[in-house]
């Protein structure tokens, strides 16, 4: 059973930033790529980024380049997103996934809130 637990939210003022963590365990973590997602009031759920299973290989959102870094320790089994330049309108429920295939997250996380204040 694949569990992936995120970490790291938290309020922040505009112009802040937060590292999020999401632990993985079930399956050979080195193997799958990782992404990012994020979902709002309101709001469908995006993608924010993501990294290939060596790390070699990343993948960014428009709205986020330049501002958040995602990266992994496949030691630690652990995927990371690091945010600076906080906006308001990046608060929203961040949520890791696992990819088994090319656009396809078979497992998520349960979130973890961020909220960015002006």
Do not use: H
Not at 36 to 51: I, T
Not at 82 to 93: G, R, Y
């Amino acid at each position: 059973q694949v569990q992936l637990v995120e970490s790291g939210g938290g309020l922040v003022q505009a112009g802040g930033s937060l590292r999020l963590s999401c632990a993985a365990s079930g399956r050979t973590f080195s193997s799958y790529a990782m992404g990012w997602f994020r979902q709002a009031p309101g709001k469908e759920r995006e993608f924010v980024a993501s990294l290939s299973a060596s790390g070699g290989s990343t993948i960014y959102a428009e709205f986020v380049k330049g501002r958040f870094t995602i990266s992994r320790d496949n030691a630690k089994n652990t995927v990371y997103l690091q945010m600076k330049s906080l906006k308001p309108e990046d608060t929203a429920v961040y949520y890791c996934a696992q990819r088994k295939a090319p656009g396809i997250y078979d497992y998520w996380g349960q979130g973890t809130q961020v909220t960015v204040s002006s």
